[in-house]
């Protein structure tokens, strides 16, 4: 029986997360071997570059694609906030798992909190979407760039080059730090004023069209995948590499499924909350919503 490769990227929250689907596969098929397989995306090369600059959505997950298509590796795991809003020909996606879908703000003391961050405070983030909404919340702090993986974020935070940076919550509760340890305090940015990134929080399994289909269906998770799909509906319209302040998050209900949206601009802040039952209508709808309010430029 041949191996079955599993391309990822090489952070230590990308193996996490991959060695989760892995053990997920292997109770389905447990004399299967599966490897990963490394991959340095553009992404994971240039570490200080804006990631608008590199090009946005896609940096993460374009190099391991090429490599899935060409026939280097047969499945690749992603985080599928970081997928582009089209799928890529040829390929398929499969949701198998999603986690908190909220931010944090991560403070160099615990005594902090953004409501007592005093004015001026320098807080890391990279994400047009995290720096519109931060702001949204406090305009008197100073938004300053961040890259790096999650423990050299840390470690800037903790030497006080920051006195906060944003982080997702999954991250942290995939891959724990010692917050307490290092004197760190941490504040969960609430919805509905802090929406969450299309796909944050869930993980996204990609395969050749048509290639362990059968395998694949034994973990995906049919609520993640709603509600995913709704999401990326949703950023769809916006454009596959959208580097706007965009936030999209979709629940099921009671069998309903609810679809908050937001779309931050210089001139306003437009916001949409709208309920359906079919996943890719519901996204779309909401986006062209917003893009109405735009238009008419009424803010939210």
Known sequence: MSKIRV???????????????????QAL?????????????SGDKDQKTDLALLGGQGVFVKKIQQALLHGEIDLAV?????????????????FSERSSVADVLLFRDR?????????????????RRRSFQLQQMRPDVTIVPLRGNI??????????????????????????????????????????AFLPAVGQGAIAIESRTGEYQELLAGISDPTVTTCVTCERSFLRVFGAGCNVPLAGL????????????????PEACYQI????????????????????????????
Not at 78 to 94: R, V
Request: net charge negative.
């Open 78 to 94: 992603h985080s599928a906030k970081d997928l582009m809003s089209t799928e890529e020909a040829g390929l398929s996606l499969t």
């Open 250 to 265: 979709a629940e099921l209900i009671d069998g309903q499924l609810r679809f908050r949206g937001m779309l931050g601009t």
């Open 151 to 192: 423990d050299t974020r840390l470690e800037k935070l903790a030497t006080g080059q920051y006195d906060g940076i944003v982080m997702a919550e999954a991250g942290l509760l995939r891959y724990p730090l010692p917050l307490k340890e290092k004197g760190l305090g941490m504040e969960r940015l609430a919805l509905p």
């Open 273 to 300: 909350d709208v309920w359906g039952q079919d996943p890719e209508r519901l996204g779309e709808k909401a986006a062209q919503a917003i893009l109405a309010q735009q238009k008419e430029n009424g803010p939210c």
């Open 29 to 41: 098929q447990p004399d299967q071997e599966f490897v990963k397989v490394f991959i340095e995306t």
């Open 111 to 127: 005594t902090m909190s953004l409501a007592t961050l005093a004015p001026g405070s320098r807080i890391g983030t990279s994400s």
């Open 7 to 25: 391309g990822t990227r090489k952070s230590r929250l990308a193996q996490i997360q991959t060695d989760q689907v892995i053990r997920q596969l």
